[in-house]
């Protein structure tokens, strides 16, 4: 498990989550969400 380093350095958003990458930028992603099924096209 990691942990906090520093706190609201970014403004979050809802829906998705950040992480800091290799490089040490912060990365955001858009978070899945489990259980919900694709509208079949």
Do not use: H
């Not at 498990?1 to 350095?9: P, R």
């Not at 800091?20 to 978070?31: F, I, P, Q």
């Amino acid at each position: 498990m990691g942990k906090i380093i520093a706190e609201k350095v970014v403004d979050r958003k809802p829906g998705f989550l950040y992480y800091v990458d290799g490089e040490g930028n912060v990365c955001e992603a858009k978070m899945a969400r489990g259980g919900r099924k694709k509208k079949k096209k």
